[in-house]
């Protein structure tokens, strides 16, 4: 386990010195395509309300032109208990705040992204490559967050329990669990930060925030606003870091006695390797892991709605989320047909392009390695039989983009049908049975999400309740929102985010007995 530096020792090691803001105003800083405002752009790391930085920096890059937006100040292992510590040191002040003054805080913070949603929005696209479209509705969901637990916040209910003894009186209190770690990935840079930091600090808890290397810019642009929204000092704090220095800052985050919670949202094989981290200190722990959803076609089902729900479930920025569909199961009585129509959508419905293109709905994948990714998906697929019906290979837009792509011919064997491709990849599957396409969606050993179309009433509740995911959409290919329970059952992983359960996860519950009476 990682163990407490000294403050000077730390001091020393780190040399955080403070960063002066860059000048309000229009202006903008200008790298390629790209824009990003210069108010809301910050370099440095953000511990105990400072902006700090560190002796390295590391680039990060528009996915779409390769160049460098800029450099950020790459954290290590000193930098994250220093963050750890500023956390600990604001939690007894912001847990011990009345409910309704730490709503009013989180209410300002979500009208100051509101206020600068389309800046915001910029810098999702420039630094994750999305449509700016796309980003700008990350935005609006990403704020939804923070409105919806500013008002959950004033919603901790305890609980008074009849006791079996008249002299006696049990009460339940629920209490801030503590600092809470927040590991967050690039997909979604900004709303997988606000779902999880909203729901902790209506708590009462305070965080640390370590964002993906590839997207470290919209955590520092959201700790800019928290320090105008008023949320005091040490509350809110920023560690980006570098790839090579993740290992270390997630082995503080994760080992350190002072943090009591972890929340992290990315792969299997790392949320287990965390998993393995928070062990020896007992951490509480959440986390959203892979998905592999399957989206069922019956032949009952509405084929137009079905391919309308199919392309906006499977090519949200382009494949790259966790809820998107990786396997598409059509019954053999509408397959022909389904796939047919489904491609048509495609090749008149996406657009590859840069994300500043307003005529794009396909941008650039985030790096050379998951174009690699599907590539390999592709070819294993076609090397046993499977054909190409669009698509199929690298976009001559540059080296992250690729082509949106459907297979047909499709059998369980494949690798595409067996690992989350994470990619614009559309395999399709023929099946003849409602059995048989229960057992094929839930051989996987994750189950995060799944769809299915039907217009079978007593199919619709079969398949719903038999279907091993946490998150099922029964006609429809979208099911993420700021009031539903967000997470997974295997090895999906544990608990729920969003909703009136997911402050839950940042909260203890502590029993109170008064005797004597």
């Known amino acids: 386990m990682a163990s407490l530096l000294p403050r000077r020792a730390a001091a020393a090691r780190c040399r955080l010195l403070l960063l002066p803001p860059p000048p ?23 511990v105990g309300g400072r902006w700090v930085e560190t002796p390295a920096a590391f680039p990060v890059q528009d996915p779409a032109s390769g160049e460098e937006l800029g450099r950020v100040a790459d954290c290590g292992a000193a930098e994250a208990r220093a963050a750890v510590r500023a956390a600990h040191e604001a939690g007894a002040a912001w847990g011990r705040l009345p409910a309704k003054e730490r709503s009013v805080r989180l209410r300002r913070w979500y009208e100051l992204m ?71 990935p690039w997909n979604f840079p900004s709303a997988m930060i606000t779902r999880k930091v909203g729901a902790a600090l209506a708590a009462g808890c305070t965080v640390v925030v370590k964002p993906a290397e590839d997207t470290p810019l919209s955590a520092l642009a959201l700790g ?48 287990k390797i965390l998993l393995k981290h928070a062990a020896g200190t007992v951490k509480r722990v959440s986390m959203e ?24 479930s499977k090519y949200r920025n382009s494949g790259q989320t966790c809820v998107c569909t990786n396997r598409f199961l059509v019954q053999k009585g509408i397959h022909d047909k389904f796939v047919e129509k489904f491609a048509k ?31 390999r998906h592709i070819n294993d697929a076609v090397s046993q039989g499977a054909s190409v019906v669009t698509g199929g290979k690298r976009h001559s837009l540059g080296k992250n983009f690729f082509e949106p792509t459907l297979l047909s011919n499709v059998t369980t064997k494949m690798l595409c049908t067996q690992e989350e491709t994470f990619g614009p ?21 994750v189950g995060l999400a799944g769809y299915f179309y039907s217009q079978d009433p007593a199919q619709i509740w079969r398949v719903a309740e038999q279907l091993e995911v946490g998150m099922v959409g029964v006609n429809e290919g979208i099911v993420s929102s700021v009031e539903s329970p967000f997470g997974g059952v295997k090895q999906s992983g544990l608990g729920r985010e969003g909703s009136k359960y997911g402050i839950d996860e940042y909260l203890e519950i502590k029993y109170v007995c008064f005797g004597g009476l």
């Not at 309000?24 to 953000?46: C, E, I, Q, T």
């Not at 560690?239 to 350190?256: H, I, N, Y």
């Not at 996406?350 to 396909?362: E, I, M, P």
């Open 114 to 184: 509101m206020e600068n949603k389309d800046e915001l929005a910029r810098i999702i696209t420039a630094e994750n490559g999305k449509p700016l479209k796309e980003a700008q509705g990350e935005i609006l969901y990403s704020a939804s967050f923070l409105e919806w637990f500013a008002e959950e916040a004033r919603r901790v209910y305890g609980d008074v329990i009849p006791a079996s003894a008249k002299d006696r009186r049990i009460l339940v209190l629920k209490q801030p669990v503590g600092v809470a770690a927040i590991i967050t």
């Open 224 to 271: 800019e606003l928290a320090n105008q929204a008023g949320i005091p000092a040490g509350v809110y704090n920023v560690v980006p870091c570098s790839r090579q220095q993740t290992p270390a800052v997630g082995e503080v985050l994760c080992t350190d006695p002072l943090v009591a919670k972890i929340s992290f949202t990315g792969s299997t094989a790392t949320g």
């Open 425 to 445: 990849l559309a395999p399709v599957i023929k099946f003849e049975t409602e059995a048989e396409a229960i057992a094929i969606a839930n051989a996987a050993n």
């Open 289 to 312: 892991l892979g998905g592999h959803a399957p989206f069922i076609v019956f032949d009952s089902a509405n084929v137009d709605r079905a391919v309308a729900g199919a392309l906006a």
């Open 345 to 375: 959508a495609i090749e008149r419905e996406l657009h590859v392009g840069s994300g500043f293109d307003a005529k794009t709905t396909q941008g650039p994948l985030i790096n050379e390695k998951a174009v690699e990714k599907v590539e």
């Open 24 to 46: 309000r105003g229009p202006a903008a800083a200008r790298r390629g395509s790209s824009v990003l405002p210069a108010a809301l752009v910050r370099r440095g790391g953000l």
